[in-house]
């Protein structure tokens, strides 16, 4: 690493040491259960952080499920076996563990990999070269510096299991995502979309993950928020509207530039992109497209931002295509959020594992007449041949003369049935080939699934905003966030305590509130201390009760801007329409 390289890493690692002890002074964030030493990757959002945290959901909502014109639900966050059994869950939801002999701390052996090779994405290795990289560079416990050389890398599923009910429990989990919560509906849901295709699921919510080594505070954590969208369309027919953001600009990682050598990134278009094939899934491409300038206005740096393709050792089992959203945080780049074409998948093993139906009718513009191979075995032959396993038998034939009517063209039929085969007369199967009308088809839809994480959102917009400058020769630190998700709007303070300056204050703190504006009142300490409290937790603007105000004919203010430190006078009868206004970005602080 160059010195320049290692210069800007430290500096960044100063940001975050910074942020996160301001997170903790000021109410942001914090580890949960403090008094009982507190209890890793669980974390509590104080006052600022859970209105921060809000707002950000508000901003997703408003964007992904109300100017969509999609659903939302809430579904619970614990789950029964049978879900994740379905889901894959249970066989496939697993990180590499790595367990020291010496001290027994288990670390993710992919981020021992990481954090001390050049290997930037460990977790696409297989275990085997896990293990030899560990080997070949003598990789050591972080916790107590022994050799790791030599341990065995195993899988750990990382769902949180529970009991459903006393004495016979069924057995469940927490939901690892709550993704589940909306397939398993879907069969109600489509109902509520009057079995039109294509619509969309959004769910923001709890979900769960037994982290092997949480850290970084909460950017890997135990619990945490997802915002999620699952979107049915029909694979032969829906399309997205491209040309709506086929000119919004991105920075690109493909797959392609990854494996290269000297690879790097992409500037480019939505449009482009997909007209070139750098992105495949023109439904990703469009929610790519829809992500970027809302990530912009809740107040991610572009210039520390871009969507990254999975290699293929790294993309989930359902998904055919997955890029993510990646912001850079202490020199790293860190997932915010995973857009995925998960295909017919999850519908599929929902449906072959419950027996409901997770399909949509697809109606026909004119009904057609078709040819349909049915049978209609004569179940006085297979009784007795095949006795407990006739049914069995019956659904055999009725697959095969679905796939393949060829196979009944000789005198008998050959099916498999536990690993023998069998033949049968085709007399006795039923065969017939029938001209039938139809009105429609059932089809499994495909899902596209734009999937946020909100707490690491949360904290790239803290880590992005966090400023340090001087004013009046004074050191001052100040959070840079967006008027639309900043905690408070506007601080309001008397400049001294007196009566009738107080007064004056509160009634414009309950006018501001009436609009339906966040608001602190403040009257400790002097007026720059004030200042500087609400710079430091990202407040946008301060309003100041002063002499002025009650003494002169037009009753006046002092509206102060957080950023450039700019004041200006405002008459109170025009105060409330103006912020208002300014936090609905109809409105510029300079045009006051």
Request: aromatic share 10%; proline share 5%.
């Amino acid at each position: 690493m160059s010195e320049q390289a290692q210069t800007a890493t430290n500096d960044a690692e100063s940001t975050s040491e910074k942020l996160v002890e301001l997170a903790k002074r000021r109410g942001y964030f914090f580890q949960s259960s403090g008094a009982y030493g507190g209890v890793g990757g669980f974390y509590t959002f104080g006052p600022q952080g859970a209105s921060l945290k809000g707002n950000v959901e508000d901003a997703w909502r408003d964007r992904f499920a109300v100017a969509e014109g999609n659903m939302e639900i809430d579904a619970p966050t614990i789950m029964p076996e049978p879900v994740f059994e379905a889901s894959g869950h249970l066989d496939g939801f697993d990180d590499m563990l790595v367990e020291c002999d010496e001290c027994g701390e288990s670390h993710r052996a992919d981020h021992v990999v990481e954090d001390n090779t050049e290997y930037e994405d460990a977790e696409s290795l297989p275990i085997p070269e896990v293990e030899e990289v560990i080997a070949e560079h003598q990789l050591v416990c972080p916790s107590c510096g022994a050799g790791l050389a030599g341990q065995a890398v195993e899988t750990f599923n990382l769902m949180f299991a529970t009991n459903i009910g006393p004495g016979d429990s069924d057995p469940g989990y927490l939901r690892p995502e709550t993704a589940q919560g909306i397939f398993v509906e879907f069969p109600r849901l489509k109902e509520y979309a009057r079995n039109q295709l294509p619509f969309g699921v959004t769910q923001i919510g709890r979900a769960y993950r037994n982290e092997i080594s949480p850290r970084r505070s909460i950017i890997r954590t135990r619990e945490f928020t997802q915002a999620e969208l699952e979107y049915f369309v029909d694979p032969e027919t829906d399309e997205p509207d491209l040309e709506s953001v086929a000119d919004v600009d991105v920075t690109l990682y493909p797959a392609s530039e990854q494996n290269k050598d000297d690879g790097d990134e992409i500037r480019t278009t939505i449009g482009d992109a997909v007209e070139e094939g750098v992105i495949s899934s023109p439904w990703v491409a469009y929610f790519l497209g829809v992500a970027k300038p809302w990530y912009d206005a809740v107040g991610v740096d572009m210039d520390r931002f871009r969507f990254r393709q999975h290699l293929s050792g790294e993309r989930a089992h359902y998904a055919a295509d997955c890029w993510d959203a990646e912001s850079e945080i202490d020199g790293n780049w860190i997932e915010m959020a995973g857009f995925a074409y998960r295909s017919d998948y999850d519908l599929s093993k929902h449906a072959e594992h419950s027996g409901d139906r997770f399909t949509v009718f697809k109606q026909y513009d004119e009904p057609k007449t078709v040819e349909r191979a049915t049978v209609d075995p004569d179940m006085s032959y297979l009784g007795p041949e095949f006795g407990g396993d006739a049914q069995a038998v019956v659904e055999e034939l009725e697959d095969l003369a679905a796939r393949d009517r060829a196979a009944f063209d000789g005198d008998v039929v050959e099916i498999e049935l536990e690993d023998d085969t069998h033949d049968i007369p085709v007399e006795k199967t039923g065969f017939a080939v029938e001209e039938q009308t139809e009105a429609g088809e059932h089809i499994t839809p495909h899902v596209v699934e734009p999937s946020f994480g909100v707490d690491r959102l949360v904290y790239t917009v803290l880590h992005h905003a966090y400023r340090e400058d001087e004013v009046d020769g004074e050191e001052r630190t100040y959070l840079e966030l967006d008027p639309e998700v900043a905690p408070t709007f506007v601080g309001v303070f008397p400049l001294q305590n007196d009566d009738e300056l107080e007064a004056e204050a509160q009634e414009i703190v309950a006018d501001l509130r009436a609009e339906g504006l966040s608001v602190t009142y403040d009257d400790s300490g002097n007026i720059g201390r004030r200042y500087r409290r609400q710079d430091e937790v990202g407040t946008p603007f301060c309003v100041t009760v002063d002499y002025e105000t009650i003494e002169d004919k037009e009753t006046t203010v002092t509206v102060r801007e957080r950023d450039t430190t700019d004041q200006t006078r405002l008459p109170v009868d025009d105060l409330v329409e103006a912020l208002a206004e300014i936090r609905e970005g109809d409105l510029e602080f300079e045009e006051l």
